[in-house]
């Protein structure tokens, strides 16, 4: 909380001796953020568990008002933070992410202990959700179940020193100083399962898939049957590759494993047709690096099989590429901008 | 007594037979529609689902047993004991003035998968059958809303039923087979094509994605403001309007939601609606082995661990004292269980009257003062079983680990003080000192506040009768008049030993309740000041037998284990089954929650009142959504 005249002053211009005890000069970055991570105003909300142990930390021992964060806001428009304390169920995300779209910029989200961070031990179960970060980008992960107070407390400080590395200078790294609003997250539908709407597309291609194969449901599929021999999975999957760019042919199996899955990339794109979607900007085509934007023929039979190959997360490359490339596109926009108006 | 009645008495008397007896008396009264559960270890009858309602209402009226406990259905399905797949739905009736259960059973075959609802019998079975059409898939014909309760409206399938597999799912039963097989893992994710925790049935419409969880809510209630304006009787004119509150409002305790329908101020219709925790805790308690699922226990009414441990085990160790191989707790094991227990009955009560007192718009100071001595029994819980809220402490024949000797190291840094003290001296000091001083400080500060008094006398009652027929527990039970508590009605533990009263108000509103509570503490203090001379005197005796396999056998049959915990009545329903001699899982793991079973009379209570006592009545009730969803 205190920040003396000596910590703030950054800079090598000499200040008359006379006035040192009441003048600093410093960045307007400096000033901005220690006025920010000082009244970090955490969302009034709590999941479950985690949230006693969140209430413990803002009571009587712990007293997070210390770091300047027991301004508890029940309004999503008045809360820098939001602390996600407890499981995220299927039926509770969407009132989530409805939330965190309300928060204005800029926001910060912690996932507090297992539950958030990744499902924690009710990750099984058919509602909940796998960690919050399947919907919303979080600042800072909280291990436990739950988390000490201490930790919650760590956890807090963590994102204060987030927030210090945060620049005014920088304004491409964060997305809230760029130019417009940020896109709000899209919130997912309670349909006979949740549905995220970034996933519509798969869905789609899926349900078609298994209405071909008459298979009884949807996106379930049976892992291959690990053995012994750790080089099985890969190795079935390394045959496409051979059409792949021609750095594969020095293959360290990392570089293997790389290539494997760029041809299986390219394949899906040549499956669907079209290049992965850039999103809502032209400019990220030419941006976007060389090797994806050449879709190798694969036969599409192969293709097929791909799904059992054990890399889901693959699928949610596509989606992750295309935020890239958005990003990217944003930040040339924004470099135009600068260069005409500066010139 | 009994005997002594005359012929012309024949009504009273019945409300005295024995469960035995009134089980040979059913049988004569209705000789084709009831008979004896013969399946190994199971007990009570069943019914004929024809006559279901007429024999329950006959339990009910005649035998008097008034008290719905439990109504939760189970699953046969290719189970080697049970000649035919079906549906079961188990109900555990019991006597307001004591004594054990009378069980019945009805049953259905899978496909139609149809009983009739005993709403009108026991209003306390309705969200219990709205669970059993949500889990399970039963039709309860005559239930006035059967809705799914816990999953959203246009869910797929019924998730609690055996044949049903989660998209995450590995294995019928844990423990799993190695995670790490020839040096690989797979992840979760990788089970499904989307990388996530979802898995969609084979008829997906993909033209109608819409949410249509909400659409049946809504019904009857009619949208946003009604332009029918209304005079009310002093001429003033009112619109009507719904309102909802909650998932995440502030004070609902966690994340429940209740859609209300005013007329100007005053509430005409609450409908609550919950599932937003729902974490599938007994679907993944039907997985686990009987050990594996203490922890998770801890996570049902997470503010008092240590109550749900117990009642866990209770029912656990009531199947295998079936068995051969079965040693009984020690005595001072049952001491500590009874010592944690009551502490974390401490604990609960404080952060209920703490909430309560916020929803009352006193915002946070008193609580400031109550988790200031929850932290110090916490301080307590943390030094014995390693763990300030989920405890995990107790086991079956017994508990972890032994109160330790000094209180050191794993404490809270913060607090130099309590970081080695002698353990005995600091529970001495607790119990005889502190915990007395704040309970005192309590009273003396809201008690006989004005603004306490004003807001809460009056508001949010509940008739005795409604209390039992809405199958209402703990506290709200006891705060309308009716002494009926588990430690005295049907004894467990060494409570039969000790020396107590049952804390009970007869007004039947929040501050009754508020007073049934804070009696209660007193009566808690009463009973660890004479658990203190028994831990010295049983000093040194183990505390569980320790040859506690990792995954125990349990013999077959089914069990009810009850407890009264902070917030009243939690029961487990056990069902040992599925293999030919004994096992390693739960066939069925039921949890009977008071949170959720005492806000079936949410509406009733707030029907008439203000708007702005709303969040007051609920806090009255004392929930924890953990337990509420499950
Ligand atoms: S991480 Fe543990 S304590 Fe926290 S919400 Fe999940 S189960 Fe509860």
New binding site residues.
Partial sequence: MDLSLQQLNTTEFPIPTDLQDNVAITSLSKIYNWGRRNSMWPMLFG???????MIATASSRFDFSRFGMEVMRATPRQADLMIV???VTKKMVVPIVRLYNQMPEPKYVLA??????GG???KEGYNVVSGIDTYLPVDVYVP????TPQALLYGLIALQRKIDGQSLAAVDDIPWYGVGAADPTPVPILGPDIIDPRQMDMIRRQAEEAAKKGSASIGVRTLPAIKAAPVAVPAKVAKPAAAAPAKVAAATPEDDKRAAALARKAARAAKQGTAPAAGDAPVAVEEAPAEVAAPTPVAPAAAVELPSSGKPWEEAEDIREQRKAAALARKAQRAAKRDSSGG | MVMAQPEVMDAPDLRTLSVAESIAHLKEKFPDAISNDTREGYSGVIVDKQKLVEVAQYVKETLGYDYLSSATAVDYLGEGNHSTDHLEMVYHTYRTTGGTALVMKAQTDRETAELPSLVPVWRGADFQEREAWDLYGIKFAGHPNLQRILMWEGFHGHPMRKDWKEAYYEEETKPFGSRWPGGHVHRAEEKTIFGSNVKYPADLDLGRLADISDDQLYQGFGMGVDTHQMIDHNGMETDLLVVNMGPHHPSTHGVFRMVIKLDGETITQLEPVMGYLH?NHEKIGERNTYLHNIPFTD?LD?ISSMGNNHGYVLAVEKLMALGKKYEPPTYRAEVIRVLMVELTRIVNHLWAIGFWMNDLGAFFTPVLYFIQERERILDFFEATAGSR??CNYMRFGGVFQDIPERMHSAMNLINDRVRDTDSMKFLTEMINERIPRTIDELDEYLTNSEIVKTRSIGVGYISPENAINYSAAGPLLRGSGVAYDIRKAEPYSIYPELDFDVAVEPAGDMYARYLVRLNEMRESVRILKQLLPRLEYTKGQPVSDNNMAYSGKVPLGESYGRVENGKGELGYYVVSAGDKKSTANAWRYHVRAPSFINLTPLGLMCQGGKVADIVAILGSIDIVL?ETDR
């Fill in positions: 999941l479950a568990c985690c949230a006693i142990e304390s407890g499981t507090m202990g297992a539950c958030a961070s924690g031990p009710f436990g179940c739950p988390p | 974490r996570r997470y809220m989920m953990g």
